[in-house]
């Protein structure tokens, strides 16, 4: 079975809008989650840019509540 690997960038897509957001979201939406890893380097990274991007007021409360649930 063939696996989709996502790196940090297009992980923080998924969480942040920005350009890609969209397809980022329709793989989302079309691959079951058992084809889709990370690393868990890229996981931490996710991690740092939701955070920068929450104390800068770029993204609310509530989404980066959501975002640091999954």
Do not use: Q, W
Not at 23 to 29: E, S, T, Y
């Amino acid at each position: 079975m063939r696996r989709l690997c996502f790196d940090a960038s297009a992980l923080a897509k998924r969480y942040v809008p920005e350009v890609g957001t969209s397809i980022v979201n329709r793989i989302f939406a079309v691959v079951p989650a058992r084809r889709m890893c990370c690393l868990m380097l890229g996981a931490g990274e996710v991690a740092f840019a939701l955070v920068r991007r929450h104390n800068d007021h770029k993204i609310t409360d509530d989404r980066f509540a959501r975002a640091s649930a999954e």
